[in-house]
T-cell receptor
């Protein structure tokens, strides 16, 4: 079945630094990738949608300059949290899709802690 | 904008008990509906989905869900839960031509021996 690999699974960084999270579709080409943020005991909140080769579409309230998304190929998307602050600490999850009729495959998530 | 409600936040059941988790959505048009499960420390996995056809959908691990259009509901059921079903369950909806999933807040299921 379709597999999405997300790295790192856990990262601790200092306030003010940047962190890059990778999301790879291992055995399929993902036309669209999604980035979610999950707060404790809450739902997954969609941050942005990215299509290969084009700029990401950000949800309302998500700072595009802070959460940089790159979808350079059909198998790789990256989320860079720039100038991270403690309030950016969260669980970030990516999802990849070949199209809605094919379904959505999720990565295992990245626990970001900013100290 | 569409929204998804899961009214049960935390459910505790004994093994072999029957399960029903509620999911309601707010959208008047065509919907595609999903249930995902997240086992502790693991990624979200698809349990089942409804796109069209028979409103009673059977998924993996003995789960099923029924789409009731008049009630805007897509409740998840399992006749007899196992300890290994302990996990977080998320309902999600895809509306119209959108490719974005909207998730409910999730229900934590705890199955005791």
């Amino acid at each position: 079945g379709a597999v999405v690999s997300q790295h790192p699974s856990r990262v601790i960084c200092k306030s003010g630094t940047s962190v890059k999270i990778e999301c790879r579709s291992l055995d399929f080409q993902a036309t669209t990738m999604f980035w979610y943020r999950q707060f404790p005991k809450q739902s997954l909140m969609l941050m942005a949608t990215s299509n290969e080769g084009s700029k990401a579409t950000y949800e309302q309230g998500v700072e595009k300059d802070k959460f940089l998304i790159n979808h350079a190929s059909l198998t790789l998307s990256t989320l860079t949290v720039t100038s991270a602050h403690p309030e950016d600490s969260s669980f970030y999850i990516c999802s990849a899709s070949q199209g809605k009729n094919y379904g959505y495959t999720f990565g295992s998530g990245t626990r970001l802690t900013v100290v | 904008a569409q929204s998804v409600s899961q009214h049960n936040h935390h459910v505790i059941l004994s093994e072999a008990a029957s399960l029903e988790l509620g999911c309601n959505y707010s959208y008047g048009g065509t919907v595609n509906l999903f249930w995902y499960v997240q086992y502790p420390g693991q990624h979200l996995q698809l349990l089942l989905k409804y796109f069209s056809g028979d409103p009673l959908v059977k998924g993996i691990k003995g789960f099923e869900a029924e789409f009731i259009k008049s009630k805007f509901s897509f409740n998840l059921r399992k006749p007899s839960v196992q300890w290994s079903d302990t996990a977080e369950y998320f309902c999600a909806v895809l509306t119209g031509t959108a490719s974005k999933l909207t998730f409910g807040t999730g229900t934590r299921l705890q199955v005791t021996l």
